[in-house]
């Protein structure tokens, strides 16, 4: 990935963003227990935040991003992804959106690593971790699942 300028670079994460609040769109409809579907409204909510966070982008609004670092629990890294379909089960759920989040951490940390900007450093390290985040709380989910099923 090569970018020309900051705007440019701001406009693929905006993309990126739009793509994830999609994403969590349909997989709510997908969901057919309340609470995984309650997780992935929340998720989609911050997603639209995010987009929000880079429309209204501003050096004063980098200044003020404070990262907070999240472990990586890895445990949908072992998992095998089944391919989407109407039917997906709450498993395959939580998979999915937890390798898409894998996808979107990856991204932001190239962005983060590709550029010498301290401001979109700063700015592509912040949304690694919230995208972390949102791994870990899917992956949080998944556990409680297996373990219920136990
Ligand atoms: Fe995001
Ligand atoms: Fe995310």
Redesign the pocket.
């Known amino acids: 990935m090569e970018f020309n300028n900051f705007e440019d670079v701001i406009k693929f994460a905006i993309a990126r963003?739009e793509d994830?609040v999609e994403a969590y769109g349909s997989m709510s409809e997908k969901a057919k227990s309340p609470g995984l579907r309650e997780l992935l409204l929340e998720l989609q909510e911050?997603?639209k935040n995010?987009k929000k966070l880079l429309v209204e982008l501003t050096s004063q609004k980098i200044a003020s991003l404070k990262p907070e670092r999240v472990i990586d629990l890895k445990i949908s890294d072992y998992l095998v992804e089944e391919p989407t379909g109407p039917e997906m089960n709450f498993q395959d759920l939580l998979i999915f959106a937890a390798k898409k989040e894998q996808s979107?951490i990856e991204l932001y940390t190239k962005l983060k690593n590709s550029s010498d900007d301290a401001d979109l450093q700063k700015l592509f390290d912040f949304?690694a971790e919230?995208?972390k985040a949102h791994k870990y709380k899917l992956e949080v989910k998944y556990e409680e699942h297996v373990l219920e099923e136990d």
């Open positions: 963003e994830a911050e997603e995010h979107a949304m919230q995208e």
